[in-house]
């Protein structure tokens, strides 16, 4: 398997259940880091009674990349 800047890796070290595991990991944290920012932007509005705009833009953007992630995938599959 060819693996961008590393270079060729036996099938032996990076199969199929590495990969898939990363995806899950990697998803678990995004999901995890939502969670927070958006906890703490409510936070921030119930008891500072403030907006915190630069998190609910985090928080924009996460949900804009989903959503035309998953279009894509759709309408390319």
């Known amino acids: 398997m060819k693996v961008?800047?590393?270079?060729?890796?036996?099938?032996?070290?990076?199969?199929?259940?590495f990969l898939e595991h990363r995806r899950r990991s990697s998803t678990f944290a995004l999901m995890a880091?939502?969670?927070?920012?958006?906890?703490?932007?409510?936070?921030?509005?119930?008891?500072?009674?403030?907006?915190?705009?630069?998190?609910?833009?985090?928080?924009?953007a996460m949900v804009l990349v989903k959503l035309t992630a998953m279009a894509w995938f759709r309408l390319n599959e």
Do not use: C, K, T
């Open 33 to 60: 880091g939502a969670l927070v920012s958006g906890g703490l932007a409510e936070y921030r509005i119930l008891h500072d009674h403030r907006i915190d705009w630069e998190l609910f833009a985090v928080l924009a």
């Open 4 to 17: 961008p800047l590393i270079g060729q890796i036996p099938n032996r070290v990076l199969d199929e259940r």
